[in-house]
């Protein structure tokens, strides 16, 4: 299997990754309250791909 | 004329009156003060006559609303803790709830931008509210509560939480929206009611105890205390005075003898003239009146 | 009307402020790609790592195009389902306790203004993700698997975005009920949840319970043709929607705005 043959695939799935990670960071940035300790979204965020930033968006701020 | 008319109103929580039979009425463009101690029914009357809680029995009316019309277009609200939308700057906050109370967006817009300036906030309008102090979220409520112009406005203990100066600037806030709607507004501290309202209900568990205007109050719980110091001795001399018919009590109080009195007039002959005629060491004469807060506490106390 | 689309732009600014815009379609692609593609990689993958043992055969059945498609619907079902719930299940029940609903109603605003703006906001945000989601898969599909026509795609968005909705009115409804968002959430799912197994009991006898959506639209892309039957559960889901909404209202009458 080449690389080359898997990347027009699997590249959106990375851009995706990344943009979620990016709009993550920039969200984590802006928020004030963080359910828990902001740092430690802060890691959930930059190391666990896709998932961590979904959390952060859906549970890790508090909304009003 | 009564602009708003609360009859019979009654709302129980869990068994408990929270709010007894509650009647009354408002005249427009009055202030008027709903004075208690706190868990004395303030908060919950004043949601019921903004139609947040539902009285349990017992009706809110207006004066010329509709019988099926809606009482939340003629009034604004502030709770005591008022919560916004954080993301929001305070003017976009403000131009929102303009919309909702029916305002076109230019409207909404223009009495925005009048009422930040008037209450004093409009630096920060372009700023997000998450990041206003507590004074200045307290303002942003006035605000928001005045954006439709309501004939009534209501303020639960407005200026409880907040420090000298933005009591202050609330106050004074309160004195110039006087002269554009009637007030009403909770509070347990008795200086805050005397301060910028005309009419005074006090309320205690959940019942009325007392209303009125405060010159009326005053005048019916007069009594006149009469305050004298000497040199020496009080004792004797609280003696002696207690022999005057005119004086009702009397008592030493900071080693000053204080002596309540119906007719001051009279007691006043009474005391001088014995004080001359028996050259007492007189050093101080004073009259005063019992204060509203006196009556506060004699009330809640019962 | 000016009132409804005052909450409905302001829960749009809300959305672009708080990064749904953003994080929501991308997660719906996410979640529709990642069967058609994993799928479609696993034999080469095994065989990267090393190829099955001598004699063992392993023989990937063939995948039609449908079945692709259809994966991303499963997906969807699961964790589409699960995101819509979590990002929603605050939509009132979170105004109503933060305590700014207090200031929000005691405005004169209509309580089904108040929640249909709401729902309608949820709405246009699951069915752009839905579209996006759906779009992505489908051109992968196309490409690594077989051609669908952009016809029975449409089909498929509009039947499947039907189930969305019921899913959006369900935890509306549960917001109006409750205001502590947790209880929304897991009284959304479970509900789901319950609709699923009794779907599973009874859906040879009820074809038309709304949880057949899905299986029905398998059938209309294998056909090619829609049938009775998924117009009957479409109509069905879209009562059932409208009897929430109309749930809601009720449920949202008999609540005191404050505590």
């Known amino acids: 299997m080449e690389i080359v043959e898997v990347l027009p695939i699997v590249a959106p799935i990375l851009v995706i990754q990344i943009i979620l990670m990016i709009v993550g960071l920039i969200a984590w940035t802006k928020t004030d309250e963080t359910n828990g300790p902001k740092w430690m979204w802060l890691l959930i965020i930059l190391f666990f791909s896709v998932i961590g930033p979904i959390l952060f968006f859906i549970i890790g701020r508090r909304q009003q | 004329m009564a602009m708003i008319k609360v009859d019979h109103l009654t709302k129980t929580f869990e068994g408990k009156n929270a709010v007894n039979n509650l009647s009354f009425e408002l005249s427009p463009g009055k202030c008027v003060a709903l004075l208690g101690p706190n868990g004395a029914g303030k908060t919950t009357t004043l949601r019921m006559l903004s139609g947040l809680l539902k009285p349990s029995s017992g009706t809110v009316s207006f004066e010329g609303m509709k019988e099926d019309g809606d009482i939340r277009e003629h009034i604004g609200y502030l709770p005591q803790y008022p919560v916004f939308h954080n993301w929001m700057s305070g003017k976009e906050f403000l131009v929102y709830v303009g919309q909702l109370a029916n305002l076109t967006k230019p409207q909404a817009i223009e009495q925005a931008e009048k009422y930040l300036d008037r209450v004093g906030i409009a630096d920060a309008k372009n700023r997000r509210i998450g990041k206003y102090s507590g004074g200045m979220k307290q303002r942003l409520g006035i605000a928001q509560a005045m954006i439709h112009s309501p004939q009534l406005l209501m303020l639960d203990e407005p200026v409880s939480s907040l420090d000298p100066i933005g009591r202050r600037d609330v106050l004074n806030l309160m004195e110039e929206l006087k002269a554009q709607t009637t007030i009403l507004f909770s509070t347990h501290i008795l200086s805050d009611a005397e301060e910028v309202s005309d009419d005074l209900l006090l309320m205690h568990q959940g019942e009325m105890v007392e209303s009125g205007s405060i010159e009326s109050l005053r005048e019916k719980h007069q009594t006149t205390k009469i305050h004298l110091t000497f040199r020496e001795n009080v004792d004797t001399y609280l003696n002696k005075l207690r022999e005057i018919p005119s004086i009702s009590e009397g008592y030493i109080e900071r080693n000053e003898v204080q002596l309540l009195v119906a007719d001051i007039d009279q007691a006043r002959i009474d005391i001088l003239a014995k004080a001359s005629s028996e050259q007492w060491p007189l050093i101080k004469f004073e009259v005063s009146r019992v204060s509203l807060e006196e009556l506060f506490m004699k009330v809640v106390n019962q | ?259």
């Open chain 3, 1 to 259: 009307m000016m009132q409804w689309k005052t909450i409905f732009k302001k829960e749009m600014l809300e959305y672009w402020r708080n990064f749904k815009w953003v994080w929501v379609p991308l997660v719906f692609i996410l979640i529709a790609i990642m069967d058609p593609i994993s799928t479609y990689y696993l034999p080469k993958i095994l065989d990267a790592v090393g190829g099955l043992p001598d004699g063992a055969v392993f023989e990937m059945p063939e995948i039609t195009p449908v079945a692709a498609l259809m994966m991303s619907l499963s997906e969807l079902s699961m964790f589409g389902v699960l995101v819509i719930v979590l990002m929603s299940m605050g939509l009132i029940a979170g105004e109503r306790k933060s305590g700014v609903a207090e200031l929000v109603l005691v405005k004169p605003v209509g309580y089904f203004t108040y929640i249909s703006s709401k729902w309608g906001a949820t709405l246009l945000l699951v069915w752009t993700s839905l579209i996006i989601g759906l779009l992505t898969s489908w051109y992968y599909v196309n490409l690594l698997y077989g051609d669908i026509s952009f016809g029975a795609l449409i089909q498929v968005i509009f039947f499947y975005g039907l189930w969305l909705t019921l899913v959006i009115s369900i935890t509306t409804f549960f917001n109006t009920l409750f205001k502590t968002p947790g209880i929304v959430g897991f009284l959304s799912i479970a509900t789901i949840i319950v609709m699923s197994i009794f779907n599973q009991i009874f859906s040879h006898k009820i074809t038309w319970f709304p949880n057949n959506l899905s299986s029905h639209i398998g059938d209309m892309l294998d056909s090619g043709s829609t049938s009775g039957e998924l117009w009957g559960t479409a109509l069905v889901t879209i009562i059932i929607i409208v009897a929430l909404l109309f749930a809601s209202l009720l449920a949202f009458r008999g609540k005191e705005m404050a505590n």
